[in-house]
């Protein structure tokens, strides 16, 4: 059974930190991108950041490029969004996520989910 399971989300005031975790299992994702995506209050649902299975490639979203950091322990299964200078309007829950191919940007194709963690960030 695949699994990812999100930790690390709460409440943290502007300009805070915060890092997530996402530990995958139940398959083997050497082919897939692992991914960020965050759905804000009300709105739909986006792509943040992405990294291969390897952990040569990443990708980031402009509105977080430069804040946010994805980066994986290939020992573990486990990879992390470290975000930094947090503003209200990275309030969303935020999702791990694993694609085989396709777009980053398109959030109806990845193929495994996880249940998602609030981050709410205080202005």
């Known amino acids: 059974q695949v699994q990812l399971v999100e930790s690390g989300g709460g409440l943290v005031q502007s300009g805070g930190s915060l890092r997530l975790s996402c530990a995958a299992s139940g398959r083997t994702f050497s082919n897939y991108r692992m991914a960020w995506l965050r759905q804000p209050p009300g709105k739909d649902r986006e792509f943040v950041a992405a990294?291969?299975?390897?952990?040569?490639?990443?990708n980031y979203a402009d509105s977080v490029k430069g804040r946010f950091t994805i980066s994986k322990d290939n020992a573990e299964n486990t990879f992390y969004l470290q975000m930094n200078s947090l503003k209200p309007e990275d309030t969303a829950v935020y999702h791990c996520?694993?694609?085989?191919?396709?777009?980053?940007?398109?959030?109806?194709?990845?193929?495994?989910w996880g249940q998602g963690t609030q981050v709410t960030v205080s202005s």
């Open positions: 996520a694993a694609r085989y191919f396709g777009s980053l940007y398109d959030t109806s194709g990845y193929n495994y």
């Open positions: 990294i291969s299975w390897s952990g040569s490639s990443t």
